[in-house]
């Protein structure tokens, strides 16, 4: 019922900036929450933001707030994430995610970054950003 298709990842050095994209096809009511989630090689998936499609509420993990942006273009139905001052430890896969779900069932209010996405129905085939010291 969801198609997402990311792109934007790509080789940058540290205190870069990256813009990663999500074209996402399909019923909205399937999508009321999107976000973006990453996973390092020998490391567990953990949640990077999330945005409520209907009011653009938004939720970051801790490590990236501040230098991290969601956000989406509804008319486009594509999701962004703004990604500035990248570090090293910020390589990983990147995969954009919709559920149906609200996002605080998903992760809670301030548990973004412990989120592992289980559970979420839909994902992208993911996109990969490297960050060199």
């Known amino acids: 019922q969801v198609q997402l298709v990311e792109s934007g990842g790509d080789s940058v050095q540290a205190g870069g900036s990256l813009r990663l994209s999500c074209a996402a096809s399909?019923?909205?009511?399937?999508?009321?929450?999107m976000g973006w989630f990453r996973q390092a090689p020998g490391k567990e998936r953990e949640g990077v933001a999330t945005?409520?499609?209907?009011?653009?509420?938004?939720y970051y993990a801790a490590s990236v707030k501040g230098r991290f942006t969601i956000s989406q273009d509804n008319a486009k139905n594509t999701l962004y994430l703004q990604m500035n001052s990248l570090k090293p430890e910020d390589t990983a896969m990147y995969y954009c995610?919709?559920?149906?779900?609200?996002?605080?069932?998903?992760?809670?209010?301030?548990?973004?970054?412990?989120?592992?996405?289980?559970?979420?129905?839909?994902w992208g085939q993911g996109t990969q950003v490297t960050v060199s010291p």
């Open positions: 995610a919709a559920d149906p779900r609200p996002c605080t069932v998903i992760h809670g209010e301030d548990g973004v970054a412990r989120a592992t996405g289980t559970g979420v129905p839909y």
């Open positions: 945005i409520y499609t209907t009011w653009d509420s938004t």
């Open positions: 399909g019923y909205t009511y399937n999508r009321r929450c």
